[in-house]
Structures are given as structure tokens and as C-alpha cells.
């Protein structure tokens, strides 16, 4: 199997879904003869010509209405957004109609549309590129938003995503883009959107995280593993909305003990819906407070402090420590 990074497992999920699937096209801006931002468009608009590879104007309202129209009409848009900052201006479509369509018409109509975006900090980035934010987008009824950890599962979901009959907000977290590389098979592979991932088990303690943080959550599991000899059990969630309640419940319960990485600040973030989970279905199986290792209530910052925003593998250690002591 080839190794490969995020942003090239990302490629060859949308080459091989448009070369199975005609009525698969690509939108965004740049996408087509700059092959991306973070080139992961790159290459598809010499293959699949300007019909299937749009380059559009810079309107994130007017690529995802635009996106509504061709789902409606048997198209299966993948719409990108540049950089999740700027997918606010997307809202109304997003809010409106693309994630209303099925109830609003009672269960008739479908809208199979991605909507793809990068998010998430730790790459020095401007102002409105690093938000985590990802809550925002989960919050709306009948939202699918997905969020994959690495290069084989960035794959996978997004061949289920593209495939998915409704509407699905895949982002992308730009800090995993080329930090690291995983055997990918030639082969299509898929994952269930809304199942989570039991990465490792184990008996001592639930780690819970997503997207970019998965790798710090795993070095600290490793780190307290080696030290203590605890056992772990982690839990890579990979689909925020709908929430995998099963596997946290189940796991919590087996381990008596949780915490939970978020890159996100910490009011209403997805850290908060987790503990409410755990408290709805696994309350009298705990032994210490579910503990919530997050970013900041402020604007991501910039270049020097970004770094101190981020939960790191020291303060993950050190709050799974803290949860085993209790």
C-alpha cells in the first residue's frame, strides 16, 4: 500500500469517486487550475475537464447555493470552502436549505452534497483561518458533520460522504494536511458515517478526541501507559454530528473514568455535549469528574501563542493523570 499524507489521501478519494461516479463534480474557489489552496484538488481539472472541476468566484454563499441546485437537480456537488473562516458567509444556504431540504419536503427530497473545509490551528495562519468551530455547524438539525483524523480514514469517509445520499459538512483539519503519512490501499474503502472509532482498549481510563488533537491524545495515552501502567481505552470520534452515544456510553462504563481533547474553545464546544452523554447514560458507572482539555474562550491567537492555545500532549498527560489520581 501506498503511504500517503491527508491532503493526498484526500485527492485520491475524489479522483476515484469521479471516475466511478459521472454526476461527481468538484466547486470552489481555486480548485481547479491552482489545484486547491493546499493542492488537494490538484491534478483533477487535466483529468476531468472544466465541467466536472469548477473554479468559481470568491461567494461561499453563491458555491453552496449553487451546490443546492445541481444536488437537486441529480448532480453530486463537492463544494469547497478555502478556509472554514470564511464559510460563515455560507450560513444562510447552510442553515436554510441544506440542512432543511429533507424535512421540509417531508422526506422527498435528498440533497447529496459535501461540502468541504479546512479548519483548525497550529499552521501560523491569519486571522479567521485557525478556527475550530465545528460545533457551529453540528448544532443545525439535520447536519452531518464529519471530521477525520488522519490519511486512511480522511479516505474512507470521504468516499461514504460523497456516496451519502444527504447533505455532509466534511472538515478537514489543516494541521494533520502533511504532518504525517499512513498506508492507504489502492482499493476503495469506506467507514459508517456517526460511528466512532475505538482506536485502542482498555480498562483504566476513556480518552476521547478528533481531527488535529488525536495525535497529541495519543502520544500523552502513551506517555501515562509507560509510566503508570495504566490502560487506556481511546476513542477517535470522527463523526461530531450525528454522535457515536453508543461507544462513549459503553466505554465510560467499562472504565469509570473520561477525558476529552477538543481544539475548540470550551463553552458549548463538543467537550460539553460528551459530558452530557456520559451524564445521560453512564453517570453512577464514574469515579471521577469527566475532565474537558480544550482551547481558550478567546480568538485563536496569532503566530507566538498559538502553540500555548492548543492542548499539547504535556497537558493532556497531565489531565490524565489528574483523573486517574481522583
Not at 8 to 22: G, S, T, W
Not at 53 to 76: C, H, N, Q, R, Y
Not at 77 to 95: D, L, N
Not at 99 to 126: D, F, K, S
Amino acid at each position: 500500500m501506498a503511504k500517503l499524507n491527508m491532503v493526498q489521501a484526500i485527492n485520491l478519494a475524489l479522483a476515484q469517486e469521479m471516475a466511478n461516479d459521472d454526476s461527481v463534480l468538484v466547486m470552489g474557489q481555486d480548485v481547479g487550475v491552482d489545484g486547491g489552496v493546499f493542492r488537494a484538488t490538484d491534478g483533477l481539472l487535466e483529468r476531468f475537464g472544466q465541467k466536472r472541476v469548477l473554479d468559481t468566484p470568491l461567494a461561499e454563499s453563491g458555491i453552496v447555493g449553487s451546490g443546492v441546485g445541481m444536488a437537486l437537480a441529480g448532480l453530486k456537488p463537492v463544494c469547497e470552502m478555502q478556509f472554514s473562516g470564511f464559510s460563515y458567509m455560507m450560513m444562510g444556504q447552510f442553515e436554510a436549505h441544506v440542512t432543511r431540504l429533507r424535512a421540509r419536503t417531508l422526506g422527498q427530497l435528498n440533497l447529496p452534497m459535501v461540502i468541504r473545509m479546512p479548519y483548525g490551528g497550529g499552521v501560523r495562519a491569519l486571522e479567521h483561518h485557525s478556527e475550530s468551530r465545528e460545533v457551529m455547524y453540528a448544532h443545525q438539525p439535520g447536519a452531518r458533520v464529519v471530521i477525520p483524523s488522519g490519511p486512511r480514514n480522511a479516505r474512507a469517509l470521504l468516499l461514504a460522504a460523497i456516496r451519502d445520499p444527504d447533505p455532509v459538512l466534511f472538515m478537514e483539519p489543516k494541521h494533520s494536511y502533511r504532518a504525517f503519512r499512513e498506508e492507504v490501499p489502492e482499493q476503495e474503502e469506506t467507514l459508517p458515517i456517526g460511528k466512532a472509532h475505538v482506536v485502542q482498549e482498555g480498562t483504566d481510563l476513556t480518552l476521547i478526541s478528533w481531527g488535529a488533537m488525536m495525535r497529541p491524545a495519543l502520544k500523552a495515552a502513551a506517555r501515562i501507559e509507560k509510566q503508570r501502567g495504566a490502560s487506556i481505552e481511546i476513542i477517535d470520534l470522527l463523526t461530531i454530528a450525528p454522535m457515536d452515544h453508543e461507544t462513549i456510553a459503553a466505554s465510560v462504563a467499562k472504565t469509570g473514568r473520561c477525558v476529552v481533547v477538543q481544539e475548540a474553545p470550551r463553552s458549548f464546544g463538543p467537550s460539553s455535549e460528551i459530558t452530557a452523554v456520559i451524564n445521560d447514560r453512564a453517570f453512577l458507572y464514574l469515579e471521577a469528574p469527566v475532565k474537558r482539555l480544550t482551547g481558550y474562550d478567546v480568538v485563536t491567537p496569532y503566530f507566538g501563542r498559538e502553540k500555548s492555545y492548543l492542548p499539547g500532549v504535556d497537558k493532556v498527560a497531565q489531565g490524565i493523570a489528574e483523573t486517574l489520581d481522583f
